[in-house]
């Protein structure tokens, strides 16, 4: 893996190490399917919003460049909902309702900022895809913890990302089980949240000491 | 270029341009979009009224005949509602009745719950909700067959005190994390069916065979 990719997906990941865009990252993650449907939503927004942070380069000045890209990224995010409304209706039901709440994820400034201001348009679209798949992949672990924990089960009603054949993968491991509901609640976005951040830490000084 | 583009009195220029360029993006996407979305809100409407309304039974037009009703107690309206009357030569075979749960696990719940003339339920469709992702949002019918256990239901099957979820020693199940909402269902349901009958007893006369 090169250094570009790791930085992204492991050692500065958005949502571990840097603590971006918790509000959707805390409270869509109940399930699997659902942390799947809001990290592939990311993932596409954050590559957008990069691309076009990053064409508006020469004409975005220091002073009023955080304007610029809420204006940006509202309006592009705002565009998006409504085609995909009108003409990806299907989507739209799956994914539709994480849309607005991805506006307000600080990953999508955060990038905007960091990168996607100061370079080229593809290593801002490779930037954009790789911190969204990062961020992503901890949603979804995390939306597997609690749904496990929670309800016993994996992967419920994934026909409604997968379609039919998503009823072939919806699994229920644990037969009779009374469920545990504070996992599937807030609190239990937060346990989850720091098991993982632990268990990266404790990667990370074991690194430094072999070092 | 350069030069321009450097002098401060250009930052306004600039912000202003963008919020135009943008509002024209909002404005065009907007336009292009806003017949479509509302074809498919209509369309999806009418997908859900000939759920709960079969066609067999109908031979009027259900949007044109609907009547608007608000009924902030007996049905928990926050605004006038449209009451749907299928009709066949004339007499009403079948009703689609709007109702609002207030009392769900976050915000009202909507649904419209289609009612025959002899009081059985012929489905209930769930219009808008805003329950947790995962528990109470099984209600849904595209998320769990919940729903499916109230067709052919009516007042006196189960009779009218049994209209309660389990855990409150009624007919219905229950949400397994979530009683809340199931709870807040069932006593909509009920709500509609109990205005079914004053409705027909009240408009008896107007829709005699």
């Given at each position: 893996m090169s250094e570009f990719i790791r930085t992204r997906l492991l050692d500065n990941n958005a949502a571990l190490v840097q603590m971006l865009g918790l509000c959707p990252l805390l409270a869509v993650s109940n399930t699997a399917i659902n942390a799947l449907g809001m990290g592939i939503a990311t993932i596409s927004v954050v590559v957008v919003t990069n691309f076009l942070v990053s064409l508006i380069r020469p004409i975005t000045k220091k002073e009023i460049r955080i304007p610029l890209f809420v204006l940006l990224i509202a309006s592009v995010v705002t565009a998006l909902e409504m085609m995909m409304n009108a003409y990806f209706h299907e989507l739209y039901l799956v994914l539709g309702i994480f849309i607005p709440l991805i506006?307000?994820?600080?990953l999508i400034m955060a990038r905007a900022e960091a990168y996607a201001s100061k370079n080229a348009w593809w290593l801002s679209i490779k930037d954009g895809f790789f911190v969204g798949l990062g961020f992503a992949l901890v949603m979804f672990a995390i939306g597997l913890m609690r749904e496990l924990i929670g309800q016993?089960?994996?992967?419920?009603?994934a026909h409604l990302l997968f379609?039919?054949?998503g009823h072939h993968i919806e699994l229920t491991l644990l037969k009779n089980y009374s469920g545990f509901l504070i996992a599937v609640l807030p609190p239990g976005a937060f346990f989850a949240l720091a098991i993982l951040v632990a268990i990266k830490n404790k990667r990370d000084i074991k690194k430094s000491q072999d070092r | 270029m350069k030069a321009i583009l450097n002098n401060k009195w250009m930052l306004p220029v600039i912000l202003a341009l963008m919020t135009l360029l943008t509002s024209a993006l909002l404005m065009f996407s907007h336009e292009m979009t806003v017949d479509k979305i509302a074809a498919i809100k209509s369309e999806n409407k009418l997908a859900s009224l000939k759920k709960l309304l079969p066609a067999n039974l109908i031979d009027n037009d259900l949007i044109a005949d609907a009547i608007d009703i608000e009924e902030p107690v007996l049905l928990g309206h926050r605004h006038s509602e449209k009451l749907y009357l299928g009709k066949k030569n004339g007499q009403i075979t079948v009703m689609g009745i709007p109702v609002t749960a207030q009392n769900g696990y976050s915000g009202d719940i909507d649904l419209l719950v289609g009612v025959l003339s002899n009081g059985q339920i012929t489905a209930v469709e769930i219009i808008n909700h805003k329950e947790t992702?995962?528990?109470?949002?099984?209600?849904?019918s595209r998320k769990s067959d919940w729903l499916l256990q109230f067709p052919n239901k009516s007042l006196n099957e189960p009779t009218t005190n049994q209209w309660l979820v389990k855990k409150d020693r009624g007919h219905f199940d229950q949400i397994t994390a979530a009683t809340i909402t199931p709870r807040a269902v069932v006593g909509a349901i009920k709500k509609a069916l109990l205005y079914h009958q004053t409705w027909l007893s009240a408009n008896a006369e107007a829709f005699k065979p």
């Open positions: 506006v307000t994820n600080c016993g089960t994996l992967f419920t009603q379609g039919e054949w | 992702p995962g528990l109470g949002d099984l209600i849904e």
